[in-house]
């Protein structure tokens, strides 16, 4: 079975009235899980789907903490080291985010995730 440490940034708010970038923000103790990470560099856009604790409205309201609110557009860093120290790591951009209510859990969030290649494509 394989081992992996991930690390889970929010680098970019399109929000921001200038400069867009900020000093990341490290939500890694808020992902729930991480699916359908790709790396291919066949023409093809990246993609990935992160599931976030939305408990409290955490990256859905700006007066939730110290969790800055996710919008279509920002960016995300995601980079994954697996057991034999390869590692993986792209800059995604917010394609859509869908809330989910749980019994237990909460509020959690979906965020659909793609690469940045996505802008070569449209051109």
Do not use: C
């Not at 699916?35 to 309201?61: H, P, S």
């Not at 960016?75 to 995604?92: E, Q």
């Amino acid at each position: 079975m394989a081992t992996w440490s991930y690390q889970v940034k929010y680098v970019y708010d399109d929000s921001l009235p200038s400069g867009n970038f900020l000093t990341p923000v490290d939500i890694s103790s808020n992902v729930i899980t991480i699916e359908n990470m790709t790396d291919v560099g066949t023409g093809e856009v990246n993609t990935a789907v992160l599931m976030l604790n939305a408990r409290d409205g955490q990256f859905i309201t700006a007066d939730a903490g110290s969790t800055p609110q996710i919008n279509q557009f920002d960016r995300i860093y995601i980079k994954i080291t697996d057991t034999n120290g390869a590692i993986y790591d792209k800059v995604y951009e917010v394609e859509s985010l869908q809330q989910q209510k749980t019994i237990k859990d909460g509020i959690r969030l979906v965020v659909n995730l793609m690469g940045l290649e996505r802008h070569l494509q449209q051109v």
